[in-house]
Each structure stands twice: as C-alpha cells, then as structure tokens.
C-alpha cells in the first residue's frame, strides 16, 4: 500500500486522559498506522484535567492567535504540542479558556457542548491549513469531532487542503447525557455549512442526531467497540455505506486496509516513449 497522509482528530488519547477504550484507541492506532510508514498528524482537545506540566505542553504561537467567530462571539484560538515519547507521535491540542482550559474535565454534561464541537472542528481544520499539510484521510474519533465530516464536504470542500480527502469516522458505546442546546443548527452554520443542510436533523440535538450529522457526511464506518449504539449503526448499514466491524485482534492492519479502501491510490499515469 502507498505511504498516506492521515488526520486523526480525537477525542481522547492516552495518556493525557484516563484509560478508556477510546482514549487507548486514540493513541494505539495513530502509532501503529505511523508504524507503517504512513505520515500523521494528530489532534485533541485541551481538557480542563490534562496537567500541561506533567505532560510538557507549549503553546506553538505560530499557529496561535486566530480568533473563531461562533454564535457572534470571537473565541481566542490557542494551538499547544506535546509528545507522546513512548509512542513516537506527537500531538496538537485545541485549546481555550472558556471551552475547556477552565472546565475541570472532559464531562459531557455542559451546556455549551455544542459550540465546543464546533470551535473544536473549525480550530482543528484551520490550524491543518496553517500547517500546510494535506491529508489524504481524516479519521474522526467521539462525538467532539462529529462536526468535522459536515464541514470537510461543505465548509472546507474547496480549501487546498480537504479537496480531496475522505472522512472515517469511528463509533463508540460512550454518549452524550444531554442535548447540544437550541443553538446548535444557528452556531454550526458557516460558509456552505448552511442552513438548509440541516433542516433533515431535529432542532434539539442529542447523541444520535450528531451522530448522524457525522455519518451522512463520511465516507466510512469503523464500529470502534463491541456495543456501539445500535441505532447509528443501523443508519449507516441502511446508507449501504463501508463499515469495519469491531475486531479485538488486528485491528490496526484492518483499518490501515480500510483506509485503503476508502482512499484508494490514484492510477500512476503512464509513461509515453
């Protein structure tokens, strides 16, 4: 298989969270994806409990400083680095005050969990383009990254960096205790991200509307655990969609063929004499 470029825009990784199934996946599968030779980059949010000096993270102020418009209000982006030296990869946190730094955890509790989605997603694809890097696969992990498909096919179909990407988003058994408020379709609105895209999805939005939202935009499924909500596993079997079912044994080398799959290598152009 040819070397790809892989985004994994995460919700949790370990160690800068507790041990759970996603957050281990989080940081088990980006390193044995760049074990094959494939080129990564990583994101997560900045929580509340993630200790910057026991984890050794720096703000990169090149990527720094860009301000995020979400519901009228500008939002200070902060990008910050760390490394994982264990695992060899390195990863970038989306950070700000009000959406996560001054939060005490990673709950699913807040109100505001819906424009933290969405300046997570919108800081995440900003701070790639800074980057300049151009990913071949997006690999999406938990319901704070489930904005992201919707705004790599609409918002960001035209940027350099996502014109060609596809999306794969990973299906866990965890979920939201509440909805994402009644501004969520005003606040998630930007560019082609419209409106009208949204008028399919219930005007309160749970777990499974967000779910949706990031399924009818992917270009894949991996069912990350055994007990994956049933409900959105159904709505992407019935979209006749590409699906990886959970395996406890291989699974790296499984999605490393999905992504294969999803993206597979253009023809080399022939040669003429």
Same mark, same amino acid.
């Given at each position: 298989?040819?070397?790809?470029?892989?985004?994994?825009?995460?919700?949790?990784?370990?160690?800068?969270?507790?041990?759970?199934?996603?957050?281990?996946?989080?940081?088990?599968?980006?390193?044995?994806?760049?074990?094959?030779?494939?080129?990564?980059?990583?994101?997560?949010?900045?929580?509340?409990?993630?200790?910057?000096?026991?984890?050794?993270?720096?703000?990169?102020?090149?990527?720094?400083?860009?301000?995020?418009?979400?519901?009228?209000?500008?939002?200070?982006?902060?990008?910050?680095?760390?490394?994982?030296?264990?695992?060899?990869?390195?990863?970038?946190?989306?950070?700000?005050?009000?959406?996560?730094?001054?939060?005490?955890?990673?709950?699913? =509790? %807040? *109100? $505001?969990?819906?424009?933290? @989605?969405?300046?997570?997603?919108?800081?995440? !694809?900003?701070?790639?383009? #800074?980057?300049?890097?151009?990913?071949?696969?997006?690999?999406?992990?938990?319901?704070?990254?489930?904005?992201?498909?919707?705004?790599?096919?609409?918002?960001?179909?035209?940027?350099?960096?996502?014109?060609?990407?596809?999306?794969?988003?990973?299906?866990?058994?965890?979920?939201?205790?509440?909805?994402?408020?009644?501004?969520?379709?005003?606040?998630?609105?930007?560019?082609?991200?419209?409106?009208?895209?949204?008028?399919?999805?219930?005007?309160?939005?749970?777990?499974?509307?967000?779910?949706?939202?990031?399924? =009818? %935009? *992917? $270009?894949?499924?991996?069912? @990350?655990?055994?007990?994956?909500?049933?409900? !959105?596993?159904?709505?992407? #079997?019935?979209?006749?969609?590409?699906?990886?079912?959970?395996?406890?044994?291989?699974?790296?080398?499984?999605?490393?063929?999905?992504?294969?799959?999803?993206?597979?290598?253009?023809?080399?152009?022939?040669?003429?004499?």
């Amino acid at each position: 298989m040819a070397k790809k470029k892989i985004l994994f825009i995460n919700q949790e990784i370990a160690p800068y969270v507790p041990d759970t199934l996603m957050s281990l996946q989080g940081r088990d599968i980006p390193q044995a994806i760049q074990e094959k030779s494939h080129e990564i980059r990583i994101f997560m949010p900045k929580w509340g409990n993630i200790n910057e000096r026991r984890g050794q993270l720096h703000e990169v102020q090149r990527l720094s400083g860009m301000n995020l418009i979400i519901d009228d209000t500008d939002h200070p982006l902060i990008i910050k680095v760390a490394s994982i030296q264990s695992a060899k990869i390195q990863v970038y946190f989306i950070d700000n005050d009000d959406y996560f730094s001054k939060r005490q955890d990673e709950g699913s =509790d %807040y *109100s $505001d969990n819906g424009e933290r @989605a969405i300046f997570f997603a919108r800081g995440v !694809l900003e701070t790639v383009k #800074k980057l300049r890097w151009v990913p071949d696969v997006i690999h999406c992990q938990g319901w704070m990254s489930a904005v992201v498909p919707l705004y790599i096919k609409t918002a960001y179909r035209d940027e350099p960096s996502y014109t060609n990407a596809k999306v794969v988003t990973s299906l866990y058994t965890r979920s939201l205790n509440q909805n994402l408020g009644d501004n969520f379709k005003r606040c998630v609105e930007f560019r082609d991200a419209t409106a009208d895209l949204l008028k399919p999805y219930n005007d309160s939005f749970d777990f499974n509307e967000l779910g949706k939202l990031a399924i =009818d %935009y *992917s $270009d894949g499924i991996i069912q @990350a655990d055994t007990n994956v909500n049933q409900d !959105l596993l159904k709505y992407a #079997k019935d979209k006749e969609m590409p699906i990886l079912n959970y395996m406890e044994e291989g699974f790296a080398d499984a999605i490393d063929e999905f992504y294969d799959q999803i993206a597979p290598d253009a023809p080399e152009e022939e040669i003429e004499d």
